[in-house]
């Protein structure tokens, strides 16, 4: 059963005026789309739940959590990610897409936020507002799965999000020493506890914190990663593109919900220890050792490591 997210009321974001006139541009031909569909007879609104969940418990952004390979203790900072390409499967194995409903706050063309953090406890970067739903229209007719993308498509990843349309306008959400958003973001502070400080020399060795070193936070951030581009100018392209994408069988649209489970992301991560060298955490950076775990478990390739089964999103 979804937590107290999926049924609160949302607010309209403000928006800056530019933000408007870009909105005008890209929102369009995306509205004309829905607005067919959703004329047709045979047509019908469905809303996708999803449920932020930290092993057998609903996410909550004031409690702590025992997370990873040592049981490390840790209370959330953030929870948020971008979905796409969302689509229903039938009997058939057919992929029939959703035509996402385009409310100018939530979702953008085919490209929806998904957002567990409330702006309590230790979630002051995020937003009071959330949303544990994707709501769009498909013929009807009977479906059996459900797939989707972790991510933003490359056409939308790189646009400027200063005048990008809501939800792609969260700067929060964006890389700017990358130029493209953070298809992630699940942020984590050490409770003083069982907190580590980051190792000052060494490989993955660790040292009990002390009154002068202060926890830092454990963040992953998923993103495209290794893109070409010249100065001044969008990405053309990226060499990884960390866009998981996820097919979950035996789904009822009307029934079910789809649990989004941090603790299984974080199942083989040592939230304790850091490569020396990198931030805390992951930030898609193939060269960082404490992304093994985290990528292959979004079900990415790691290096030399094939892609394997996702573990993050499950039925309920």
């Known amino acids: 059963m979804l937590n107290g997210h999926a049924s609160k009321k949302f607010s309209t974001r403000a928006g800056a005026s530019g933000i408007l006139l870009a909105a005008i541009a890209l929102l369009i031909p995306t509205q004309t789309t829905a607005q067919t569909t959703n004329s047709a007879g045979d047509s019908e609104m469905v809303t996708i739940q999803f449920e932020g969940m930290v092993g057998d418990e609903p996410f909550s952004c004031g409690d702590t959590y025992r997370l990873g390979t040592e049981g490390s203790a840790v209370t959330p900072l953030d929870f948020r990610l971008y979905v796409s390409e969302v689509a229903l499967v039938d009997a058939a194995g057919n992929a029939v897409p959703l035509v996402l409903e385009q409310d100018n706050l939530w979702q953008h063309q085919n490209v929806a936020l998904l957002d567990f953090e409330d702006k309590t406890g230790g979630c002051t970067n995020g937003t009071s507002d959330t949303r544990a739903q994707v709501i769009g229209a498909v013929p009807a007719g009977d479906y059996t799965g459900l797939q989707f993308t972790v991510g933003v498509p490359f056409a939308l990843n790189h646009i400027d999000s200063t005048l990008a349309p809501s939800p792609l306008n969260l700067t929060s959400l964006w890389w700017n020493w990358n130029f493209g958003y953070k298809f992630a973001r699940i942020d984590f502070q050490p409770v003083i506890e069982t907190a580590r400080s980051v190792p000052k020399s060494g490989n993955h060795g660790t040292e009990a914190a002390d009154s002068e070193t202060a926890p830092q936070a454990f963040s992953i951030h998923l993103g495209s990663v290794g893109c070409q581009m010249d ?86």
């Open 231 to 316: 100065a001044g100018q969008a990405p053309v392209n990226c060499s990884l593109a960390h866009r998981p994408d996820v097919v979950l069988s035996d789904f009822d649209v009307t029934q079910n919900v789809v649990a989004i489970d941090i603790a299984a992301l974080l199942a083989d991560t040592n939230m304790s220890q850091n490569q020396e060298g990198t931030p805390v955490g992951c930030m898609s950076n193939p060269a960082d050792e404490d992304c093994r775990g985290i990528l292959q478990n979004f079900g990415l390739p790691f290096r030399e490591l094939p892609a394997e089964e996702q573990s993050v999103f499950s039925i309920q």
